[in-house]
């Protein structure tokens, strides 16, 4: 499932490190390093915030506030290098779901955010998630923002192949194989085809052309 976190960590070589371990896990990670640009994407409705209480100008608590305000079950998860036993109380008192105190290993607040994300999200385990639109794996259905969109089967093939391979790039030849068949006969233009529906269908991916040679899909913004 790629889950989309929000991190606000205002010391930015610990953000990026953290970030780092979060994307290896395959979930959409945005950073933030004050709590006004982070205040701004509230509306976004990431899957997990994690904070940090000591700010440069709004501080983890009244981030927290304004988050649970928006949504008051959005998860949390708070990490401090202060008094580490009154900002725990603190935290949960405001609605946290855990708390690091630092310092802490990358690899236990991955864990953390795992399980926190497995027990607060157990219906969408099945899902894969890319900017606005989200896949249902089992269902074979594709959503932006809750409302249906009408793929056909091969244009779901090809989507659902490009997100889980975010990067990497196809060759016409791989797409026919794999969407088509190996049993496949005629032009590899019909993939060209495909991928004008599907970017006409949802203009919002960024399924680039690697002219010469095929497609690759690149992380949304």
Not at 46 to 64: A, F, K, N, R, S
Not at 67 to 89: E, M, N, Q
Not at 108 to 125: F, G, N
Not at 141 to 160: G, N
Request: hydrophobic share 40%; aromatic share 12%; net charge negative.
């Amino acid at each position: 499932m790629s889950f989309r976190i929000h991190l606000v960590e205002d010391e930015h070589h610990l953000n990026a490190v953290l970030s780092s371990y979060l994307k290896k896990e395959g979930w959409e990670v945005s950073s933030f390093f004050d709590g006004n640009s982070a205040i701004k994407s509230i509306p976004e409705k990431p899957h997990l915030w994690i904070l940090d209480i000591m700010l440069p100008d709004v501080d983890g608590y009244q981030l927290i506030k304004k988050i649970k305000k928006y949504d008051p079950s959005t998860p949390v998860i708070f990490i401090s290098a202060r008094d580490a036993d009154l900002d725990k109380i603190l935290g949960l008192e405001l609605g946290s779901d855990d708390y690091l105190a630092k310092p802490f290993l990358p690899k236990e607040l991955v864990i953390r955010c795992r399980k926190l994300l497995e027990r607060v999200y157990p219906d969408v385990q099945n899902k894969v998630t890319y900017g606005f639109y989200s896949i249902d794996e089992e269902k074979r259905l594709v959503f932006k923002e809750d409302e249906p969109i009408t793929l056909t089967s091969k244009e779901f093939d090809l989507f659902y192949l490009l997100v889980k391979n975010i990067g990497r790039a196809f060759s016409r030849e791989e797409i026919l194989t794999i969407v088509w068949g190996e049993d496949f006969f005629g032009s590899d233009r019909v993939v060209d085809d495909l991928v004008r529906r599907l970017r006409k269908k949802m203009p919002m991916i960024k399924l680039e052309t690697v002219y010469g040679y095929g497609y690759r899909m690149v992380e949304s913004i």
